[in-house]
C-alpha cells in the first residue's frame, strides 16, 4: 500500500511566503537590524526549492535594505545587467527584479569623504574609495531611477548625500521617470540654497512636485536659521505655479523659515492635508511658516512643532493663537521647547481677538470648544525654573474648563519606573517619575490619562492615592449602563404604544 502524499497548491504557499518574509507594515519602522535578519531569512527561503524560489523571488527586491554605499553599487549593478538582457516580448511591460520593488529606502547610507589613494593594493578598494562619494550616488540614484518604476516610497539619506539628491539633475531625472506617478512617500529632501530657480524662474522642488500626483506624505529638510532666507521682493518677483497635491496628507517642513516652496505650498489647496510637522519661525523676520499655519490650520488633525537650536531664537516660538487657527486639531505635539519653557495658559486656552465696535452690530459668538485630545510633551528636564514652568501647566490643565475633550497626556523619551513589590515606593517616587506621577494623579480627576513614551499609563495608580479614580470609572460605566437601559425600555414601550394605537383605529 503506497502511503498517502499531501500536496499543497503553490498559491498557498504564496501566501505563507508572504506573512513569513514579506515587506512589513510602512506605520512600523523596523529596526536596522531587523531589516537584515529579513533580508537574510528572504535568501534562505529563495534557496528551498524552486517552486519557492518563483514565489519569494519579489521579496528580496521589495524593500531592498541598502545600509552602505557598495550595497547600493552592487543593487543598480544587479538591475542594470537585467535590464540590458530584458525585451519587450516579455509579459511585463518593465524589465525584472527592478518592476518589484515598491520601497527604496537609503536612509541608513552612510556617506564619508574619503581620499581616493593613487597607491591603493586593488582596484577594488579603489573603487569603495569611490562609491562613497556623494556625487557618485547621484550618478548611480540617476539609473537606478528608471529602472524601479513602481517605486511607491523613497527615502533619502541624510546629511551631505541627501543634498547632493537634491540638485536639479537627480530632481529632473526623478520627475521625468514613470516612478513619478506612482511615487506616495517621499522623504528627505533638502534644500540646498533658497532663492535658486531654473529658467521658467521656478524652484526646483516646487518643479519636482509639479509632476507627482499621487504624492501623499512628502518631507523636506533645510539649513534652519544658518541659511539666508530670500527677500519678500524676490518671492513677489518669482510667482510659482499652482501645486495639484490632491492626495497630500502629511507634510514635513524642518527648518525652513521662508523659501519659494512655502509660497507655493501657501498659494495651493492641499485639500487632503491632516498633519503637519512644522519648526515655527513666528516672530522672526522673512516668516512663511506662520502664514502657511493660517492657510492649511483649518483642516490639520494633528501637528507637531520641531524646535531648533536657530539664531536669532524667536522670541514667541509658535503662535499664541495656534488653537483658533486650528480649530480642528485633534493632536498638538512639542518635540522640543525653547529654554525648556512650555507654554502657558493663553496658548491652551487662547482668548479671541476683540471685534472693532464700528465693523460688528451684534458681539461675535465666541469661539467653539477645542477638539483638541492628545497633547504630547517632551520629558521634563531636571532645571528648577524649567520644573515650576511644568507644574504651572499641569495645573491649568487640571481645570475641567481648560480644552474639555483632552483624554491624554505624553511625555516622550520617559518611562515609568515599576516598584519591584508594587506600591508607590523606592524608585517610582522619586526624581522625575514621581513629580510625573503626582501629576497623573492631578489630571486623572478630570479623566485624563498620563502615558509615558511607549504609551503606557501610570503603573499601580490605585496604590498611590488613586481608588477614587477607578471608583468613578465604575460609576461612569454603570450610570451609562443604567442610562442607556432606560432609553432600549422607553423604545420599546413608545413603538408598543404606536403598535396598539394603529390597532385601535
Same mark, same amino acid.
Given at each position: 500500500?503506497?502511503?498517502?502524499?499531501?500536496?499543497?497548491?503553490?498559491? #498557498?504557499?504564496?501566501?505563507?511566503?508572504?506573512?513569513?518574509?514579506?515587506?512589513?507594515?510602512?506605520?512600523?519602522?523596523?529596526?536596522?537590524?531587523?531589516?537584515?535578519?529579513?533580508?537574510?531569512?528572504?535568501? #534562505?527561503?529563495?534557496?528551498?526549492?524552486?517552486?519557492?524560489?518563483?514565489?519569494?523571488?519579489?521579496?528580496?527586491?521589495?524593500?531592498?535594505?541598502?545600509?552602505?554605499?557598495?550595497?547600493?553599487?552592487? +543593487?543598480?549593478?544587479?538591475?542594470?545587467?537585467?535590464?540590458?538582457?530584458?525585451?519587450?516580448?516579455?509579459?511585463?511591460?518593465?524589465?525584472?527584479?527592478?518592476?518589484?520593488?515598491?520601497?527604496?529606502?537609503?536612509?541608513?547610507?552612510?556617506?564619508?569623504?574619503?581620499?581616493?589613494?593613487?597607491?591603493?593594493?586593488?582596484?577594488?578598494?579603489?573603487?569603495?574609495?569611490?562609491?562613497?562619494?556623494?556625487?557618485?550616488?547621484?550618478?548611480?540614484?540617476?539609473?537606478?531611477?528608471?529602472? =524601479?518604476?513602481?517605486?511607491?516610497?523613497?527615502?533619502?539619506?541624510?546629511?551631505?548625500?541627501?543634498?547632493?539628491?537634491?540638485?536639479?539633475?537627480?530632481?529632473?531625472?526623478?520627475?521625468?521617470? *514613470?516612478?513619478?506617478?506612482?511615487?506616495?512617500?517621499?522623504?528627505?529632501?533638502?534644500?540646498?540654497?533658497?532663492?535658486?530657480?531654473?529658467?521658467?524662474? =521656478?524652484?526646483?522642488?516646487?518643479?519636482?512636485?509639479?509632476?507627482?500626483?499621487?504624492? *501623499?506624505?512628502?518631507?523636506? =529638510?533645510?539649513?534652519?536659521?544658518?541659511?539666508?532666507?530670500? !527677500?519678500? *521682493?524676490?518671492?513677489?518677483?518669482?510667482?510659482?505655479?499652482?501645486?495639484?497635491?490632491?492626495?497630500?496628507?502629511?507634510?514635513?517642513?524642518?527648518?525652513?523659515?521662508?523659501?519659494?516652496?512655502?509660497?507655493?505650498?501657501?498659494?495651493?489647496?492641499?485639500?487632503?492635508? $491632516?498633519?503637519?510637522?512644522?519648526?515655527?519661525?513666528?516672530?522672526?523676520?522673512?516668516?512663511?511658516?506662520?502664514?502657511?499655519?493660517?492657510?492649511?490650520?483649518?483642516?490639520?488633525?494633528?501637528?507637531?512643532?520641531?524646535?531648533?537650536?536657530?539664531?536669532?531664537?524667536?522670541?514667541?516660538? +509658535?503662535?499664541?493663537?495656534?488653537?483658533?487657527?486650528?480649530?480642528?486639531?485633534?493632536?498638538?505635539?512639542?518635540?522640543?521647547?525653547?529654554?525648556? $519653557?512650555?507654554?502657558?495658559?493663553?496658548?491652551?486656552?487662547?482668548?479671541?481677538?476683540?471685534?472693532?465696535?464700528? $465693523?460688528?452690530?451684534?458681539?461675535?459668538?465666541?469661539?467653539?470648544?477645542?477638539?483638541?485630545?492628545?497633547?504630547?510633551?517632551?520629558?521634563?528636564?531636571?532645571?528648577?525654573?524649567?520644573?515650576?514652568?511644568?507644574?504651572?501647566?499641569?495645573?491649568?490643565?487640571?481645570?475641567?474648563?481648560?480644552?474639555? !475633550?483632552?483624554?491624554?497626556? $505624553?511625555?516622550?523619551? +520617559?518611562?515609568?519606573?515599576?516598584?519591584?513589590?508594587?506600591?508607590?515606593?523606592?524608585?517610582?517616587?522619586?526624581?522625575?517619575?514621581?513629580?510625573?506621577?503626582?501629576?497623573?494623579?492631578?489630571?486623572?480627576?478630570?479623566? =485624563?490619562?498620563?502615558?509615558?513614551?511607549?504609551?503606557?499609563?501610570?503603573?499601580?495608580?490605585?496604590?498611590?492615592?488613586?481608588?477614587?479614580?477607578?471608583?468613578?470609572?465604575?460609576?461612569?460605566?454603570?450610570?451609562?449602563?443604567?442610562?442607556?437601559?432606560?432609553?432600549?425600555?422607553?423604545?420599546?414601550?413608545?413603538?408598543?404604544?404606536?403598535?396598539?394605537?394603529?390597532?385601535?383605529?
Amino acid at each position: 500500500m503506497s502511503a498517502f502524499k499531501l500536496v499543497i497548491p503553490m498559491e #498557498i504557499w504564496a501566501d505563507v511566503l508572504f506573512f513569513g518574509v514579506g515587506p512589513p507594515a510602512q506605520e512600523k519602522a523596523m529596526a536596522e537590524h531587523g531589516r537584515r535578519e529579513l533580508r537574510d531569512r528572504r535568501k #534562505i527561503v529563495v534557496q528551498v526549492c524552486r517552486g519557492w524560489k518563483k514565489a519569494a523571488w519579489k521579496y528580496l527586491f521589495i524593500d531592498p535594505y541598502l545600509p552602505t554605499p557598495q550595497s547600493l553599487h552592487q +543593487f543598480t549593478s544587479i538591475l542594470v545587467s537585467a535590464d540590458k538582457k530584458w525585451d519587450d516580448l516579455r509579459h511585463s511591460p518593465h524589465s525584472l527584479p527592478g518592476a518589484y520593488v515598491r520601497t527604496l529606502d537609503l536612509s541608513h547610507l552612510c556617506y564619508e569623504a574619503k581620499p581616493v589613494s593613487a597607491s591603493s593594493s586593488s582596484s577594488v578598494s579603489r573603487l569603495a574609495d569611490i562609491v562613497h562619494r556623494p556625487w557618485m550616488q547621484s550618478q548611480l540614484l540617476c539609473q537606478l531611477i528608471p529602472l =524601479v518604476p513602481s517605486v511607491e516610497t523613497l527615502v533619502l539619506p541624510s546629511g551631505e548625500g541627501g543634498l547632493m539628491l537634491s540638485r536639479g539633475i537627480f530632481l529632473r531625472a526623478l520627475k521625468e521617470s *514613470e516612478l513619478s506617478s506612482n511615487l506616495k512617500r517621499l522623504k528627505g529632501l533638502g534644500m540646498l540654497m533658497n532663492g535658486v530657480i531654473d529658467g521658467r524662474g =521656478v524652484d526646483p522642488l516646487v518643479s519636482l512636485l509639479e509632476g507627482l500626483p499621487a504624492l *501623499e506624505e512628502l518631507s523636506v =529638510v533645510g539649513g534652519g536659521g544658518v541659511d539666508m532666507p530670500p !527677500s519678500d *521682493e524676490f518671492i513677489e518677483n518669482n510667482p510659482q505655479p499652482m501645486l495639484y497635491l490632491k492626495n497630500l496628507q502629511h507634510l514635513s517642513l524642518i527648518g525652513i523659515r521662508s523659501s519659494l516652496l512655502l509660497q507655493a505650498l501657501i498659494d495651493s489647496d492641499l485639500p487632503e492635508l $491632516t498633519s503637519l510637522h512644522l519648526t515655527s519661525y513666528h516672530s522672526t523676520e522673512w516668516d512663511l511658516t506662520t502664514p502657511l499655519l493660517q492657510k492649511h490650520g483649518w483642516k490639520l488633525k494633528s501637528l507637531t512643532f520641531i524646535h531648533l537650536p536657530d539664531f536669532p531664537q524667536p522670541a514667541l516660538p +509658535f503662535p499664541e493663537n495656534t488653537l483658533l487657527i486650528c480649530p480642528s486639531l485633534e493632536s498638538l505635539q512639542f518635540e522640543t521647547f525653547p529654554h525648556n $519653557t512650555p507654554p502657558s495658559l493663553s496658548f491652551f486656552d487662547p482668548i479671541p481677538p476683540p471685534v472693532p465696535a464700528e $465693523t460688528s452690530v451684534r458681539p461675535a459668538p465666541p469661539p467653539p470648544p477645542s477638539k483638541l485630545r492628545h497633547v504630547i510633551l517632551p520629558r521634563p528636564p531636571n532645571s528648577k525654573p524649567a520644573t515650576e514652568g511644568y507644574k504651572r501647566l499641569m495645573s491649568d490643565l487640571s481645570h475641567p474648563s481648560v480644552l474639555p !475633550s483632552l483624554s491624554s497626556l $505624553t511625555f516622550t523619551k +520617559f518611562n515609568w519606573v515599576h516598584s519591584p513589590n508594587g506600591g508607590s515606593g523606592g524608585a517610582s517616587s522619586a526624581g522625575t517619575n514621581g513629580i510625573i506621577r503626582e501629576w497623573a494623579i492631578m489630571l486623572g480627576k478630570r479623566g =485624563v490619562v498620563v502615558l509615558d513614551g511607549k504609551n503606557k499609563p501610570c503603573p499601580d495608580l490605585a496604590e498611590v492615592g488613586g481608588k477614587w479614580l477607578l471608583a468613578e470609572l465604575v460609576k461612569r460605566r454603570t450610570v451609562s449602563a443604567l442610562v442607556g437601559r432606560e432609553r432600549r425600555r422607553r423604545s420599546v414601550r413608545s413603538w408598543d404604544d404606536s403598535e396598539q394605537s394603529e390597532d385601535g383605529g
